[in-house]
């Protein structure tokens, strides 16, 4: 099952056409997205046999963000060795865990107005949450995911890494700073849940690749060790992390200018697309 939002509602999405579940099933499922996951068992029975007819043609540039107002972003740095490696730092033991707030959120594609600083990429796969839960084992974690999808934790590197110690959150939370999309995938529709290849490019120059099995800390361990402290609500984001060759890391630093546009896909699910202009 494809999952997203069109005009701010909640819609399934298959071969080029969206649905939207509250009108095909009669009001029986509402229209907001965090409602219809907080009934996930309903909406994956009814999918199973719902009437297509009154679907709609629709491209990725239509649809908003799978997700406009999680209640919850966790964010997760330096899970891939290399990158770790980069940023000179050694590995960690735990999650080292920031949130980006919820008013950064935005669709597949957009336009992103460069703030002062450094504007840095990393893609990243988005985990999102179905039915979540508290103190969720390991062994049952995928059952609490709705399904993965792309995104970008875009990052202000100045704003970032300013302070002793320095702080993520707000640095990575500028207006359009978490764009997603272009719609959330179930596990079952992939070839290797825990296998997905995912790359990025600003016009012809690649920029990012990588797995999900690269991960430190995979996607089953992050929804336990997230919900051992935190209860994971439907809706809920999960950034899982970004591999080497951010900018910054560069030599000479390489950073996000206005007229680029970035192209960040992960196999499977698609690509979203975000072209950079200058601030007034």
């Not at 990025?200 to 361990?221: A, K, M, Y």
Request: hydrophobic share 40%; proline share 10%.
């Amino acid at each position: 099952m494809r999952f997203g939002t069109l005009d701010g509602r909640f819609v399934l999405v298959r071969d080029g056409r969206a649905l939207d579940v509250a009108n095909a099933s009669a009001g029986a499922l509402p229209a907001d997205p965090v409602a219809v996951l907080e009934r996930w068992s309903d909406l994956v029975d009814w999918a199973a046999g719902a009437d297509w007819s009154g679907s709609v043609a629709v491209t990725p540039d239509q649809l908003g963000a799978p997700v406009p107002a999680p209640r919850q972003v966790f964010a997760i740095a330096l899970n891939y060795r290399p990158h770790a490696a980069e940023a000179g730092f050694v590995a960690p033991d735990e999650p080292l865990v920031f949130t980006k707030f919820p008013s950064c959120i935005t669709g597949p594609v957009t336009t992103v107005e460069l703030p002062p600083g450094h504007v840095d990429w990393e893609i990243e796969v988005v985990v999102v949450i179905g039915r979540g839960g508290y103190r969720i084992p390991r062994e049952r974690a995928w059952d609490a995911v709705a399904g993965l999808t792309v995104g970008q934790d875009l990052s202000e590197r100045v704003q970032q890494l300013t302070g002793t110690p320095p702080q993520f959150s707000l640095a990575k939370s500028h207006p359009g700073f978490g764009p997603t999309g272009p719609f959330v995938v179930t596990p079952d529709e992939l070839g290797d849940r825990d296998d997905v290849g995912f790359a990025s490019r600003i016009g012809d120059e690649d920029i990012q690749q990588g797995r999900t099995s690269e991960l430190i800390f995979p996607i089953d361990d992050l929804v336990a060790r997230l919900s051992a402290v935190c209860r994971l609500l439907p809706g809920d984001l999960i950034f899982t992390g970004t591999p080497a060759g951010v900018g910054n890391r560069r030599t000479p630093p390489r950073f996000l200018q206005p007229g680029e546009t970035l192209v960040s896909a992960v196999d499977g699910i698609g690509e979203i697309r975000q072209t950079f202009v200058a601030r007034p």
